[in-house]
């Protein structure tokens, strides 16, 4: 078996990762013709135009806001805004390319250098360098009969912007390639630039990879691995590459440049292609396309201002300003849809008394602990959250009112009124209930007077019974104990 290199042999060599990363960005139109960007919600082919054909006479004109998020993202990664960049041509053929070249950036990319950051499993912030990000447009895509006698090519995705980030040669382990990769969807996805879903092939990652002798400062031959398309496989496909390499290296093999492909069903990487160099696609500059300078588009102090922190950086903010647990802010700053709820259900609560801190890690938890909140759209889940972080209702009521909104199509406030699941606060009200309880138990009150305080749960168990689930838990505890003293 190919993995069954020693433990002892694989400790003595290093793996060099370097990672590129293709992300579609979800502007209305296409990168270069007004074509709807609708790679999939449309028939074939129905968003095309002769420029998207690659028709002879077409003329391509910039999509701005294109190049206008490109900036922003600039920000947020702390690279450096180009002043003045340029289109070049990168010349291949293959039938999704119709024009034969790909308007790409290739010395001039509109941002250098940055860097992403996030948190290793040991909570030690990771910092990886970028070389590079640049715009360049997508393919179409191939669709191969079943009887592999033929091919159907739909152009609806030719010409989408695609965004390249390509990073320093820095990573050295495979789980952390991942996180990399997580943490950049997160930050594309929060500016809402980009949908990024790996499974749909928005976002589509490759792991350059070698590997070293510990100590050596030379870098080994590189393998080129693509169609990684979930996370989990550019964690298994690298982890199995680094041990290919350094066995095939302890076998006295010679390992070739090259790029290979993941094969699912084996859990293997496989050889496509020996790898291209730069010569081979003649890159020369876009003779249609003006050159772009981004200071005389936008007022970039202003951008520079709106810069987002890192995700990590953001949940220690969370965590300051909000005093939630550092778990729940990290959930918040990973997960798109978590840190949707979160903004919306802060806004405008940049100063929260310690009152509305509690009542948010209440709503906090309401989203966190319930995966049935999730089905709801985010003004609902705010809604909710915040009908159990005031007391409204119940948590154990959380479930009920969920299926209400969905089944009702009602809203969460409109649930609670029609249904009457209003929580009983009303302390007298409690207090009655109480007494009665603890009148019909002697024997329990007996018990927990002997410092048996199992007994406890049952009284409060017997006081929400009498109001029908509805009493505030809270508030039945605390009167409990007050009589019970
Ligand atoms: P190419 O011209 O083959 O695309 P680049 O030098 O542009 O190669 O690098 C592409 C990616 O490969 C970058 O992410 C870079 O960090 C990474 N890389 C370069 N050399 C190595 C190496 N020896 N091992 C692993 N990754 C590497
Ligand atoms: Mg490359
Ligand atoms: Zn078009």
């Given at each position: 078996?190919?993995?069954?290199?020693?433990?002892?042999?694989?400790?003595?060599?290093?793996?060099?990762?370097?990672?590129?990363?293709?992300?579609?960005?979800?502007?209305?139109?296409?990168?270069?013709c007004?074509?709807?960007?609708?790679?999939?919600?449309s028939?074939?082919?129905a968003?095309?135009?002769?420029?998207c054909?690659?028709?002879?006479?077409?003329?391509?004109?910039?999509?701005?806001?294109a190049?206008?998020?490109?900036?922003d993202?600039g920000?947020?990664?702390?690279?450096?805004v180009?002043?003045?960049?340029?289109w070049?041509?990168?010349?291949?053929y293959?039938?999704?390319?119709?024009?034969?070249?790909?308007?790409s950036?290739y010395?001039?990319?509109?941002?250098?250098?940055?860097?992403?950051?996030?948190?290793?499993?040991t909570?030690?912030?990771?910092?990886?360098?970028?070389?590079?990000?640049?715009?360049e447009e997508d393919?179409?895509?191939?669709?191969?009969?079943?009887?592999?006698?033929?091919s159907?090519?739909?152009?609806?995705?030719?010409?989408?912007p695609?965004?390249e980030?390509v990073t320093?040669?820095?990573?050295?382990?495979?789980?952390?390639?991942?996180?990399?990769?997580?943490t950049?969807?997160f930050?594309?996805?929060?500016?809402?630039?980009?949908?990024?879903?790996?499974?749909?092939?928005?976002?589509?990652?490759?792991?350059?990879?070698?590997?070293?002798p510990?100590?050596?400062?030379?870098?080994g031959?590189?393998?080129?691995?693509?169609?990684?398309?979930?996370?989990?496989?550019?964690?298994?496909?690298?982890?199995?590459?680094?041990?290919?390499?350094?066995?095939a290296?302890?076998?006295?093999?010679?390992?070739?440049?090259?790029?290979?492909?993941?094969d699912?069903?084996?859990?293997?990487?496989?050889?496509?292609?020996?790898?291209?160099?730069?010569?081979?696609?003649?890159?020369?500059?876009?003779?249609?396309?003006?050159?772009?300078?981004?200071?005389?588009?936008?007022?970039?102090?202003?951008k520079?201002?709106?810069?987002?922190?890192?995700p990590h950086?953001?949940?220690?903010?969370?965590?300051?300003q909000?005093?939630?647990?550092?778990?729940?802010?990290?959930?918040?700053?990973?997960?798109?849809d978590?840190y949707g709820?979160?903004?919306?259900?802060v806004?405008?609560?940049?100063?929260p008394?310690?009152?509305?801190?509690?009542?948010?890690k209440?709503?906090?938890?309401?989203y966190?602990?319930?995966?049935?909140?999730?089905?709801?759209?985010?003004?609902?889940?705010?809604?909710?959250?915040?009908?159990?972080?005031?007391?409204?209702?119940?948590k154990?009521?959380i479930?009920?009112?969920?299926?209400?909104?969905?089944?009702?199509?009602?809203?969460?406030?409109?649930?609670?009124?029609?249904?009457?699941?209003?929580?009983?606060?009303?302390?007298?009200?409690?207090?009655?209930?109480?007494?009665?309880?603890?009148?019909?138990?002697?024997?329990?009150?007996?018990?927990i007077?002997?410092?048996?305080?199992k007994?406890?749960g049952f009284l409060?168990?017997?006081?929400?019974?009498?109001?029908?689930?509805?009493a505030?838990?809270?508030?039945?505890?605390?009167?409990?104990?007050?009589?019970?003293?």
């Open positions: 078996m190919l993995l069954a290199t020693h433990y002892m042999t694989t400790k003595n060599y290093e793996a060099v990762i370097g990672m590129e990363i293709h992300a579609e960005l979800a502007t209305k139109t296409k990168m270069f007004s074509c709807l960007n609708a790679p999939f919600e028939e074939p082919n968003n095309t135009c002769p420029l054909m690659g028709m002879p006479g077409t003329l391509p004109v910039i999509n701005t806001q190049v206008e998020w490109t900036v993202l920000y947020d990664l702390g690279s450096t180009a002043e003045f960049t340029k070049d041509r990168k010349n291949y293959y039938p999704d390319l119709p024009k034969g070249y790909q308007i950036q010395d001039l990319p509109l941002l250098e250098g940055g860097a992403i950051e996030f948190k290793d499993s909570g030690e912030v990771k910092r990886i360098e970028l070389t590079r990000v640049h715009l393919t179409g895509k191939l669709v191969h009969a079943a009887d592999n006698q033929s159907l090519v739909d152009y609806n995705r030719a010409g989408v695609l965004l980030l320093e040669p820095v990573i050295h382990d495979a789980e952390t390639a991942k996180k990399f990769c997580q950049y969807q930050i594309l996805q929060r500016r809402g630039i980009a949908r990024a879903s790996m499974e749909k092939g928005e976002m589509r990652c490759e792991a350059n990879i070698s590997v070293r510990v100590g050596s400062k030379e870098f031959t590189k393998v080129e691995v693509k169609n990684l398309n979930s996370f989990r496989v550019v964690e298994r496909a690298i982890k199995y590459e680094i041990e290919r390499q350094i066995e290296l302890e076998n006295g093999e010679e390992l070739v440049q090259e790029t290979r492909g993941w699912e069903v084996k859990q293997k990487t496989f050889s496509q292609r020996k790898k291209e160099t730069a010569a081979d696609y003649r890159y020369f500059p876009e003779p249609d396309l003006p050159p772009v300078t981004p200071s005389s588009l936008w007022d970039l102090a202003t520079a201002r709106d810069v987002r922190p890192m950086a953001e949940a220690a903010e969370i965590v300051s909000y005093g939630l647990a550092q778990d729940v802010a990290e959930m918040f700053t990973s997960d798109l978590a709820f979160w903004t919306e259900l806004t405008e609560l940049a100063e008394t310690d009152q509305q801190k509690e009542q948010l209440i709503a906090a938890s309401t966190v602990n319930n995966d049935a909140v999730r089905v709801l759209n985010t003004p609902q889940q705010v809604e909710l959250a915040g009908l159990v972080a005031l007391g409204t209702i119940s154990s009521q479930r009920e009112v969920v299926t209400a909104v969905v089944e009702k199509g009602l809203e969460p406030a409109e649930v609670v009124e029609t249904l009457g699941l209003k929580q009983m606060s009303d302390e007298s009200a409690i207090e009655q209930l109480v007494d009665e309880v603890l009148g019909e138990n002697a024997d329990a009150v007996e018990k007077k002997g410092g048996d305080n007994a406890i409060v168990g017997q006081v929400m019974r009498k109001a029908q689930g509805k505030n838990p809270g508030v039945v505890n605390k009167i409990l104990k007050e009589k019970l003293e």
